[in-house]
């Protein structure tokens, strides 16, 4: 009779709970373990999305897919082929929770409930006969012949295991990763990934909840360019375009210890041609009217009348007595504006951390350690990161899918 295989599965996130879905789909045989250290499972999936849960991303485009990832975006490629967004939304559906996909690409479940995707995979879990243990943090892992030996802290015996799924989630600190280094492998030191900036004393923090829905950001030291909505909060800026440039500016603007400036183009176009023949229409159909008042272009008018102001131009000037070259100065102001950059802000919801295990510690194909056969990767405890939008979602998805399928050495 043959033995049956025994799989424990590390850590009850997004990436852990499907690798313990996929080890029992196939391998229906293996028994499956999922070890939770705290008191409840999914606690992330729960909270994102505002409480709605940004499942993944509509995008099916694998190339695209992988340019939302400024770490292991060209390693996941192989991954996404077998396991993507499309086929993400398909599960979920398939098993009863009906998805939308909002303008910005965004997938929620239609019920805006981050429980309707908890309940989902609770459900699947108890169909399947995956077996979930609660307040069990690792304090040992210890490879002995063909088996694996868990000690877990408050419990004098160990757990032996055919194989291990290893999907912990990030650390802020290099020490969390320190039981996976002594096991061979290569750690990235964690840092923030997703975050906003912080602008402090600048006064353009007293127009906070204004949003724009489509800027330009770069950071031209780093050559680092974003596009997307921007919001102004009451400690700096906000929103897609800022977290974007967040995460790909993550290692950098780690050094230079969040100091930096950025250069907002407003108006989202770079052709200063068509804005300024934009703007000269605006001053002859408008004559009469104060600068102030009357927006060329389709900006908030808080904003406007700051960036108005901001550029020297009275109050009361009328677009007639504007001229050129006082037009041309307010074009390079609305297109070319400059912050100064002092320090970050972080949200639960938001946080993403770059570094953890180096993704050539393991065999992409597989996701199984190069130092240890039966140990296995998945979610974010890798060097794996993405901007906002699913992406983050989608890659403890496609990991912990493959991660699960591979995860049984026959």
């Not at 239609?110 to 307040?135: D, R």
Request: aromatic fraction near 10%; glycine fraction near 10%; include cysteine.
């Amino acid at each position: 009779m043959k033995k049956i295989d025994t799989v424990a599965v590390l850590g009850g996130g997004a990436a852990g709970f499907f690798a313990a879905l996929s080890v029992k789909k196939h391998h229906p045989q293996a028994k499956v373990i999922l070890f939770e250290k705290t008191t409840k499972v999914l606690a992330k999936v729960k909270i994102s999305g505002g409480g709605r849960c940004n499942v993944t991303n509509s995008d099916s485009n694998i190339d695209t897919l992988c340019m939302a990832y400024p770490r292991g975006g060209k390693q996941l490629r192989n991954l996404f082929y077998r396991f993507n967004t499309t086929d993400t939304q398909e599960w979920f559906r398939s098993r009863g929770v009906p998805l939308k996909s909002e303008a910005d690409g965004r997938v929620f479940p239609v019920s805006n409930q981050s429980q309707s995707i908890i309940n989902c995979l609770m459900q699947e879990a108890e169909q399947l006969g995956v077996e979930i243990k609660y307040q069990a943090a690792v304090s040992n892992l210890t490879k002995l012949s063909n088996e694996w030996s868990i000690h877990f802290l408050n419990e004098t015996h160990e757990q032996k295991f055919n194989s291990v799924i290893i999907a912990t989630g990030g650390s802020s600190k290099l020490k969390g990763f320190q039981w996976l280094k002594e096991l061979g492998h290569s750690i990235i030191p964690p840092i923030p990934s997703l975050f906003t900036f912080n602008i402090p004393g600048d006064s353009i923090t007293q127009l906070m909840g204004v949003s724009v829905d489509n800027v330009k950001v770069k950071i031209k030291e780093y050559n680092i360019e974003t596009s997307g909505a921007l919001l102004i909060t009451h400690w700096g800026m906000s929103g897609p375009s800022i977290l974007k440039a967040s995460a790909f500016g993550a290692t950098n603007l780690a050094e230079c210890q969040y100091n930096f400036e950025i250069q907002v183009n407003w108006l989202g176009e770079k052709n200063t041609e068509i804005l300024f023949n934009q703007l000269q229409t605006c001053a002859l159909e408008h004559p009469k009217k104060a600068v102030s008042k009357q927006k060329a272009f389709p900006l908030p008018q808080r904003l406007w009348q700051y960036l108005v102001n901001k550029n020297g131009i009275e109050v009361d000037k009328k677009w007639i007595d504007l001229g050129k070259k006082k037009g041309r100065q307010f074009l390079e102001l609305l297109t070319n504006d400059v912050y100064k950059i002092s320090g970050k802000t972080t949200f639960k919801e938001e946080f993403v951390t770059c570094g953890g295990v180096g993704l050539e510690s393991i065999h992409l194909k597989t996701l199984e350690s190069k130092s240890h056969t039966g140990l296995y990767f998945a979610g974010e405890v890798l060097n794996i990161d993405a901007i906002t939008g699913g992406y983050n979602f989608q890659a403890a998805w496609s990991t912990g899918f493959i991660a699960g399928q591979m995860g049984v050495n026959n």
